[in-house]
């Protein structure tokens, strides 16, 4: 069973690669032909979405390591 850090990891990889594979399509303008409408707009959509679920993994990530505090105690 994969722990939680590597599935963070697997989701943030897939999301990277689906941003890599979105950019690469040719940007086009929207369109409608009888009747079927073409959104490319969406596409930046999807590519926000993926951008929105890597940063999500981060802060999940982060949230789980161990952290400290250092403080001083004055007399």
């Not at 959509?45 to 890597?54: G, Y």
């Amino acid at each position: 069973m994969a722990s939680e850090q590597e599935m963070l990891s697997t989701i943030k990889v897939n999301a990277y690669q689906q941003i890599q594979y979105l950019q690469s399509l040719p940007l086009k303008p929207s369109y409608s032909i009888d009747g079927q409408s073409v959104s490319h707009a969406e596409l930046q959509d999807r590519i926000k979405v993926f951008r929105e679920t890597i940063e999500w993994c981060d802060k999940q990530s982060s949230a789980s390591q161990p952290f400290e505090f250092i403080s001083q105690g004055f007399t």
